[in-house]
């Protein structure tokens, strides 16, 4: 049996207003669960000290669009432009800005990796 409903596109008007509860509680659950892009965001917030605030004002997004987005699943291998594509019409986030959270979390990465080969050293 199939779902008759059909699925919302996007935020009709606007996206929801996460408040501070939601918001903190989302961002604690999230940063610490791979697979998630609150995974992503967290290790682009760690790696640049930016606040939640600061993270949106750089991506022009709003603190409770990135709120919404952390609950969604990254992207996967292999289904990169898919998925990036999904999420930014489901979100309402222009798709340019999920990959430049993808940018800079793939910078965050290779700071990281580089950070612990230079204390292995």
Excluded at 29 to 40: A, D, I, L, Q, R
Excluded at 82 to 105: E, H, K, Q, S
Aim: aromatic share 6%; hydrophobic share 45%; charged share 20%.
């Amino acid at each position: 049996m199939t779902n008759s409903r059909p699925k919302p596109k996007a935020w009709v008007s606007r996206v929801p207003t996460a408040d501070a509860v939601l918001r903190e509680s989302v961002v604690r659950v999230t940063s610490n669960k791979p697979g998630t892009w609150g995974y992503v965001l967290a290790g682009v917030r760690e790696s640049r000290h930016w606040s939640q605030e600061q993270l949106a004002m750089a991506t022009s997004v709003s603190v409770s669009a990135l709120v919404f987005l952390s609950l969604c699943r990254s992207p996967r291998q292999g289904h990169l432009e898919d998925d990036l594509v999904g999420v930014a019409d489901r979100m309402g986030i222009p798709t340019a800005a999920l990959w430049f959270m993808l940018d800079l979390a793939t910078e965050a990465k290779a700071v990281n990796c580089r950070t612990a080969n230079e204390g292995a050293a």
